[in-house]
Protein backbone atom coordinates (compact mmCIF):
# COMPACT_ATOMS: atom_id res chain seq x y z
CA UNK A 1 0.00 0.00 0.00
CA UNK A 2 1.25 4.11 -0.80
CA UNK A 3 0.31 6.57 0.22
CA UNK A 4 -2.15 8.44 -2.28
CA UNK A 5 -3.15 12.40 -2.45
CA UNK A 6 -6.06 13.23 -1.03
CA UNK A 7 -8.99 11.87 1.87
CA UNK A 8 -7.19 8.80 4.29
CA UNK A 9 -8.76 7.32 6.30
CA UNK A 10 -6.93 6.82 10.09
CA UNK A 11 -7.19 2.68 9.38
CA UNK A 12 -5.62 3.51 5.84
CA UNK A 13 -2.74 4.77 7.37
CA UNK A 14 -2.39 2.27 10.31
CA UNK A 15 -2.68 0.25 7.08
CA UNK A 16 0.20 2.17 5.29
CA UNK A 17 2.35 1.61 8.25
CA UNK A 18 1.80 -1.76 9.02
CA UNK A 19 0.30 -1.26 12.32
CA UNK A 20 -3.24 -2.23 13.52
CA UNK A 21 -5.79 0.00 13.88
CA UNK A 22 -6.57 0.20 17.53
CA UNK A 23 -2.08 -0.09 17.83
CA UNK A 24 -2.38 3.40 15.64
CA UNK A 25 -5.25 5.17 17.36
CA UNK A 26 -3.87 4.75 20.71
CA UNK A 27 -0.60 5.76 19.73
CA UNK A 28 -1.74 8.67 17.59
CA UNK A 29 0.41 11.50 18.95
CA UNK A 30 3.59 8.94 18.67
CA UNK A 31 2.86 7.86 15.00
CA UNK A 32 0.76 10.87 13.20
CA UNK A 33 4.36 13.14 13.53
CA UNK A 34 6.02 10.36 10.91
CA UNK A 35 4.20 11.25 8.42
CA UNK A 36 5.66 15.19 8.10
CA UNK A 37 8.59 12.76 6.44
CA UNK A 38 6.62 11.52 3.60
CA UNK A 39 3.66 13.99 2.96
CA UNK A 40 2.20 17.57 3.57
CA UNK A 41 -0.95 17.21 5.05
CA UNK A 42 -3.77 18.45 6.94
CA UNK A 43 -5.35 16.75 9.55
CA UNK A 44 -9.36 16.29 9.33
CA UNK A 45 -11.95 14.25 10.78
CA UNK A 46 -11.06 10.83 10.25
CA UNK A 47 -7.85 10.77 9.32
CA UNK A 48 -5.72 13.48 6.93
CA UNK A 49 -6.10 15.40 3.45
CA UNK A 50 -2.78 14.34 1.81
CA UNK A 51 -1.43 17.57 -0.14
CA UNK A 52 1.87 16.91 -1.58
CA UNK A 53 3.60 13.25 -1.24
CA UNK A 54 7.44 13.24 -0.79
CA UNK A 55 7.93 9.08 -0.17
CA UNK A 56 5.45 6.77 -1.09
CA UNK A 57 5.81 4.05 0.84
CA UNK A 58 6.71 3.52 4.46
CA UNK A 59 10.00 2.55 5.34
CA UNK A 60 10.33 1.37 8.65
CA UNK A 61 13.33 3.20 10.77
CA UNK A 62 13.67 6.24 8.31
CA UNK A 63 14.62 8.98 11.26
CA UNK A 64 17.65 6.45 12.31
CA UNK A 65 18.39 6.17 7.81
CA UNK A 66 18.41 10.20 8.11
CA UNK A 67 20.79 10.29 10.69
CA UNK A 68 22.94 8.14 9.26
CA UNK A 69 23.39 10.14 5.99
CA UNK A 70 23.79 13.36 8.08
CA UNK A 71 26.49 12.00 10.48
CA UNK A 72 28.31 10.32 7.09
CA UNK A 73 28.27 13.72 5.72
CA UNK A 74 29.75 15.78 8.86
CA UNK A 75 32.48 13.11 8.96
CA UNK A 76 32.73 13.20 4.86
CA UNK A 77 33.51 16.84 5.90
CA UNK A 78 37.08 16.27 7.31
CA UNK A 79 36.68 19.57 9.05
CA UNK A 80 32.86 19.31 10.96
CA UNK A 81 31.86 22.35 8.88
CA UNK A 82 28.48 21.84 7.20
CA UNK A 83 24.92 23.21 5.84
CA UNK A 84 21.54 21.89 5.68
CA UNK A 85 21.82 23.53 2.06
CA UNK A 86 24.87 21.91 0.89
CA UNK A 87 24.01 18.63 2.55
CA UNK A 88 20.53 18.28 0.95
CA UNK A 89 22.18 18.97 -2.74
CA UNK A 90 25.13 16.65 -2.14
CA UNK A 91 22.45 13.75 -0.92
CA UNK A 92 20.63 14.36 -4.28
CA UNK A 93 23.62 14.23 -6.52
CA UNK A 94 24.81 10.86 -4.64
CA UNK A 95 21.54 9.54 -4.82
CA UNK A 96 19.03 10.83 -7.36
CA UNK A 97 16.16 8.13 -7.21
CA UNK A 98 15.79 8.50 -3.09
CA UNK A 99 17.02 11.91 -2.05
CA UNK A 100 16.75 13.79 -4.98
CA UNK A 101 12.99 13.32 -5.92
CA UNK A 102 12.16 14.68 -2.81
CA UNK A 103 11.02 18.71 -2.35
CA UNK A 104 14.06 21.25 -0.87
CA UNK A 105 11.66 21.71 1.98
CA UNK A 106 11.19 18.11 3.23
CA UNK A 107 14.69 17.15 2.74
CA UNK A 108 16.22 20.13 5.09
CA UNK A 109 13.45 19.27 7.66
CA UNK A 110 14.57 15.51 7.83
CA UNK A 111 18.03 16.73 7.75
CA UNK A 112 17.60 19.16 10.52
CA UNK A 113 15.20 16.76 12.90
CA UNK A 114 18.66 14.13 11.94
CA UNK A 115 20.80 16.45 12.86
CA UNK A 116 19.40 17.71 16.31
CA UNK A 117 18.79 14.23 17.17
CA UNK A 118 22.62 13.64 16.92
CA UNK A 119 24.04 16.93 17.89
CA UNK A 120 21.43 18.46 19.57
CA UNK A 121 20.16 22.11 19.29
CA UNK A 122 22.61 24.36 17.45
CA UNK A 123 24.14 26.34 20.20
CA UNK A 124 25.47 30.08 19.83
CA UNK A 125 29.43 30.77 19.29
CA UNK A 126 31.86 29.15 21.24
CA UNK A 127 32.89 32.57 22.91
CA UNK A 128 29.08 33.20 24.13
CA UNK A 129 28.95 30.13 25.54
CA UNK A 130 30.10 30.82 29.21
CA UNK A 131 27.33 33.22 29.56
CA UNK A 132 24.47 30.43 28.37
CA UNK A 133 23.29 28.37 31.00
CA UNK A 134 24.13 25.06 29.32
CA UNK A 135 25.45 23.55 26.05
CA UNK A 136 23.24 21.91 23.57
CA UNK A 137 24.26 18.29 22.70
CA UNK A 138 23.42 15.24 21.68
CA UNK A 139 24.61 11.34 21.46
CA UNK A 140 27.30 12.61 18.95
CA UNK A 141 28.85 15.59 19.92
CA UNK A 142 27.43 19.19 19.50
CA UNK A 143 27.67 21.68 17.09
CA UNK A 144 27.17 25.46 16.88
CA UNK A 145 27.03 28.36 14.45
CA UNK A 146 29.90 29.70 13.02
CA UNK A 147 30.87 31.92 9.55
CA UNK A 148 32.59 29.93 7.15
CA UNK A 149 33.75 30.01 3.24
CA UNK A 150 32.00 28.20 0.68
CA UNK A 151 34.40 26.13 -1.54
CA UNK A 152 31.76 24.47 -3.26
CA UNK A 153 27.88 24.00 -3.56
CA UNK A 154 28.15 19.90 -2.27
CA UNK A 155 28.87 20.78 1.37
CA UNK A 156 32.49 22.03 1.22
CA UNK A 157 33.21 24.36 3.44
CA UNK A 158 36.68 26.07 5.10
CA UNK A 159 37.61 28.03 8.14
CA UNK A 160 38.40 31.40 7.60
CA UNK A 161 42.26 32.39 7.90
CA UNK A 162 43.63 34.98 10.31
CA UNK A 163 44.06 37.59 7.50
CA UNK A 164 40.41 37.36 6.51
CA UNK A 165 38.88 36.94 10.26
CA UNK A 166 40.71 40.19 10.89
CA UNK A 167 38.37 42.07 7.91
CA UNK A 168 35.40 40.12 8.89
CA UNK A 169 36.25 41.78 12.58
CA UNK A 170 36.40 44.89 11.17
CA UNK A 171 33.53 45.17 8.87
CA UNK A 172 31.43 43.52 11.76
CA UNK A 173 32.46 46.35 14.03
CA UNK A 174 31.41 48.89 10.83
CA UNK A 175 27.86 47.09 10.87
CA UNK A 176 24.91 49.17 11.80
CA UNK A 177 21.65 47.52 12.16
CA UNK A 178 19.30 49.70 10.36
CA UNK A 179 15.36 50.91 10.10
CA UNK A 180 15.32 48.94 7.14
CA UNK A 181 16.49 45.70 8.90
CA UNK A 182 13.67 46.23 11.52
CA UNK A 183 11.52 46.55 8.80
CA UNK A 184 12.26 42.97 7.43
CA UNK A 185 11.20 42.06 11.30
CA UNK A 186 8.46 39.24 9.67
CA UNK A 187 10.72 37.34 7.66
CA UNK A 188 13.30 36.68 10.22
CA UNK A 189 13.19 35.26 14.33
CA UNK A 190 11.12 37.73 16.03
CA UNK A 191 12.89 36.88 19.54
CA UNK A 192 16.61 37.42 18.25
CA UNK A 193 15.20 40.73 17.09
CA UNK A 194 13.73 41.49 20.58
CA UNK A 195 17.08 40.39 21.90
CA UNK A 196 18.75 42.74 19.98
CA UNK A 197 17.16 45.26 21.32
CA UNK A 198 17.16 44.31 24.94
CA UNK A 199 21.26 44.06 24.39
CA UNK A 200 20.82 40.40 25.37
CA UNK A 201 22.84 39.44 22.52
CA UNK A 202 25.28 41.06 20.36
CA UNK A 203 25.01 42.54 16.83
CA UNK A 204 27.37 39.67 15.69
CA UNK A 205 24.67 37.34 17.58
CA UNK A 206 22.00 38.77 15.90
CA UNK A 207 22.95 38.71 11.97
CA UNK A 208 24.80 35.20 13.11
CA UNK A 209 21.06 33.97 14.13
CA UNK A 210 19.61 35.53 10.79
CA UNK A 211 17.37 32.38 9.16
CA UNK A 212 18.69 34.16 5.79
CA UNK A 213 22.18 35.73 4.92
CA UNK A 214 20.84 37.60 2.19
CA UNK A 215 18.88 39.67 4.29
CA UNK A 216 22.82 41.49 4.96
CA UNK A 217 23.84 41.51 1.27
CA UNK A 218 26.02 44.55 1.60
CA UNK A 219 28.15 43.17 4.46
CA UNK A 220 28.08 39.63 2.80
CA UNK A 221 28.94 41.22 -1.20
CA UNK A 222 31.77 43.60 1.27
CA UNK A 223 33.50 40.92 2.70
CA UNK A 224 34.11 38.91 -1.05
CA UNK A 225 35.32 42.40 -2.75
CA UNK A 226 37.71 42.38 0.17
CA UNK A 227 38.67 38.98 -0.03
CA UNK A 228 37.61 37.03 -3.34
CA UNK A 229 35.61 34.73 -0.86
CA UNK A 230 31.66 33.92 -0.33
CA UNK A 231 30.94 33.53 3.02
CA UNK A 232 28.07 31.71 4.27
CA UNK A 233 26.72 30.53 7.57
CA UNK A 234 27.47 27.15 8.48
CA UNK A 235 28.03 24.59 11.48
CA UNK A 236 30.45 23.25 13.41
CA UNK A 237 30.09 19.93 14.52
CA UNK A 238 32.42 18.23 17.02
CA UNK A 239 31.84 14.75 17.20
CA UNK A 240 32.47 12.81 20.34
CA UNK A 241 34.35 9.57 18.96
CA UNK A 242 33.97 8.37 22.44
CA UNK A 243 30.50 7.50 21.17
CA UNK A 244 31.45 5.23 18.07
Known amino acids: MALK ?12 MGLSYNTYKSNIKKYLPELDYYCNYEICYGGIEVKEIFISDYVRNLASKDSEAYLNLVRESNNGLCTISGMGRKL ?8 GKRSQSNVEYRLRKAGISLFGKTNLPIYRQQDQEERYSGPYGYKEYC ?3 KIDNLNKYRHLTEDELEKFKILIE ?36 MEHNELFP ?13 LVKATQHDIIESAF
Open 147 to 149: WAI
Open 5 to 16: LGKMKSREIAEW
Open 174 to 209: SYGVTKEDIALKEQYDKKKLQELKEDKITKEEYILA
Open 92 to 99: ALLYPDTW
Open 218 to 230: ELLSRFKELTGCT
